[in-house]
């Protein structure tokens, strides 16, 4: 790899939020040679992909070997191109700290002007659909940038599928998802992963959503919401949206503490026998008319540790504005039902539970 890059920005990767500010900087990749390898075909064996070339992506492009692509590459993606993993498929997108991967729009002049047309046109949120991962395991992201995408519907620029990978100090930026009545999907789709999947370390900010997950997903403290650069700055809809069937049925640990939980669900069950275990200051948002159902034999562990907090979607003092309207809505009173307690059907009384009805009847 030939030590060939510049600046256009720099990156602070914060290791669960206790690394100094001169650790992890990620410039934006140039590559090293002028070759443009336009790729049109579909992929059935083993491959590498290297920043001698830039790689432009023209339509709907199947993986279904080990494509593996290494430090300082750029990809960019015509309008409606994707990248789709078929049985076979695993992408191995590795970076390294000082020489990032990008994956952008054909319209980004980033390392040349790929598209022709010098600056008449500029990239934006959409301009190309998304990675695909699809059902197959072990894919792996780290020190990638992914921007300019989502163009291609529900689900954002990079979805896990419902498979185990990693996602380990990326950046996503400027990136688009679909928003229908109460199904959020974001720029990071992880709401089919696997338990196994990782998320650590990464950066989102200016994408209509950041992150959207499975219930069943862990989640530490060590992801930030805001642009590094400005420490300013987030998503429209600045939260983690929470799938998965309306129901936990393992063990989980929630931690994040920059913004909130989104329980996007009329009902949500905590199945008998799992534990729901959260971290000081972790926010809890529920939709309007949302109640948590906590089984019989299910505990929230730490429901009232300090700053812990279960709220309404509209509550825009704590953890910020989740629900994208900046302040046009406020919450008000019996905005949501509560948290009930089957074991012995009533609602909880919690002091740390807000704006609900905390209805002693059964939902």
């Not at 913004?259 to 669900?265: C, G, K, L, N, P």
């Not at 534990?275 to 109640?291: E, R």
């Amino acid at each position: 790899m030939k030590p060939n890059f510049f600046y256009l920005s720099l990156v602070v990767f914060i290791i669960f939020g206790s690394c100094s500010e001169d650790e992890n900087l990620t410039p934006t990749p140039t590559p090293t040679g002028s070759n443009i390898v336009i790729v049109n075909y579909d992929i059935f064996t083993p491959s590498v992909w290297d920043d001698d070339s830039i790689y432009i992506i023209e339509n709907d492009v199947k993986i279904d070997a080990v494509l593996t692509i290494e430090p300082g590459t750029i990809v960019k993606f015509k309008p409606d191109a994707s990248l789709q993993l078929w049985d076979n498929g695993t992408i191995n997108a590795v970076g390294i700290k000082d020489t990032v991967i990008l994956f952008t729009s054909i319209k980004d002049d980033t390392g040349g002007d790929s598209n022709g047309d010098l600056s008449a046109t500029k990239p934006r949120n959409g301009d190309w659909n998304m990675i695909d991962l699809g059902v197959q395991n072990g894919s792996k992201f780290k020190y990638c940038i992914f921007t300019y995408g989502g163009g291609g519907g529900n689900t954002g620029v990079l979805d896990l599928g419902s498979n185990s990978s990693t996602v380990k100090h990326c950046v996503f930026k400027n990136n688009k998802s679909t928003v229908s009545s109460n199904e959020f999907y974001g720029a990071l789709a992880a709401q089919d992963a696997n338990t196994s999947t990782v998320i650590t370390d990464n950066f989102f900010y200016d994408n209509t959503v950041p992150l959207s997950i499975d219930a069943h997903l862990s989640i530490d403290n060590s992801n930030n919401f805001y642009n590094p650069e400005t420490k300013e700055g987030g998503n429209k809809y600045n939260a983690i949206f929470v799938h998965g069937q309306d129901i936990i049925s393992s063990s989980v640990t929630w931690r994040e503490t920059e913004v909130a939980y989104v329980i996007q669900y009329d009902a949500f069950d905590l199945w008998d026998g799992y534990a729901l275990t959260l971290g000081d200051n972790v926010v809890i948002k529920f939709i309007t008319n949302a109640y948590f159902n906590i089984q019989q034999g299910a505990v929230i562990n730490n429901h009232q540790g300090e700053g812990v907090y279960f709220t309404s979607f509209k509550d825009d003092s704590h953890k910020g504005d989740s629900n994208g309207d900046a302040n046009a809505t406020t919450p008000s009173a019996n905005e949501w039902k509560g948290v009930y307690d089957s074991a012995n059907s009533i609602y909880f009384q919690w002091a740390n539970i807000l704006y609900s009805k905390n209805e002693t009847s059964k939902p």
